[in-house]
């Protein structure tokens, strides 16, 4: 039972190029989440999944799509990259007590 | 909306001493709680958790009881150890909502 996993780990991408983040998650969760982390910033939701086929956005949703094509996965999308977007993404699946179980994180450095 | 508000860190203590960490939460409905630790590098683990007024949750030593009278889901620690540096996350889950309402996050850094 791997839970929550995230590829790639590290990534280091120049301004304007595009990538796609991949978090796949083996409990049959119904809801998936990304986050970013930055320092002094907490967590802050980006994108989040209610099902298979949902999407809903959070609270820094710009320069960022999602799609949950199959209920274990969910991506993460930035189609022009800033510096802005320099941080720590996780992403997380939703237990049956609202509680949240996190994967390993990727850092993401935008030159 | 719901929120959480956490003390303000680093907080700073010595192998062996007691540990609090004060958490507290407005919230409508009856939230369920949660406390998470982060090492450096990784992501964030879920420590411990309360469903319910009065419950409490434990794990690894540390404890943390849902007071509804206080709002508050305080962690403590009776004798931390350096392994338990960390940075340490109260969060809060209403059933009305699908997402977390996490708090900003305490810093641990226990020195031997």
């Known amino acids: 039972n791997a839970g929550v996993t995230q590829t790639p780990k590290f990534r280091v991408l120049k301004t304007g190029q595009s990538m796609t983040l991949l978090c796949a998650q083996d409990?049959?969760?119904?809801?998936m989440y990304w986050y970013r982390q930055d320092p002094g910033m907490g967590l802050r939701l980006i994108h989040y999944?209610?099902?298979?086929?949902?999407?809903a956005k959070g609270e820094v949703p710009d320069g960022y799509n999602v799609s949950r094509l199959k209920k274990q996965n969910f991506l993460l999308g930035l189609e022009s990259a800033a510096p802005s977007q320099t941080s720590v993404y996780f992403c997380a699946s939703r237990g049956s007590y609202n509680e949240q179980f996190f994967g390993p994180g990727t850092r993401l450095t935008v030159l | 909306g719901d929120s959480v508000t956490q003390m303000e860190g680093p907080v700073t203590l010595s192998e062996e001493a007691f540990l609090t960490i004060n958490c507290t939460y407005t919230?409508?409905?009856?939230?369920?709680l949660f406390w998470y630790v982060q090492y450096p590098g990784e992501g964030l683990q879920l420590l411990l958790k309360?469903?319910?007024?009065?419950d409490k949750g434990s794990n690894k030593g540390f404890e943390a009881t849902y007071r509804k009278e206080t709002t508050s889901f305080h962690l403590e620690k009776g004798s931390v150890q350096v392994s338990d540096s960390a940075v340490y996350f109260c969060a809060l889950g209403n059933s009305g909502y699908s997402t977390l309402t996490f708090g900003k996050g305490t810093m641990l850094l226990v020195s031997p």
């Open positions: 999944s209610v099902g298979e086929g949902t999407t």
């Open positions: 919230a409508t409905g009856y939230p369920s």
């Open positions: 409990m049959n969760h119904e809801y």
């Open positions: 309360a469903t319910k007024a009065d």
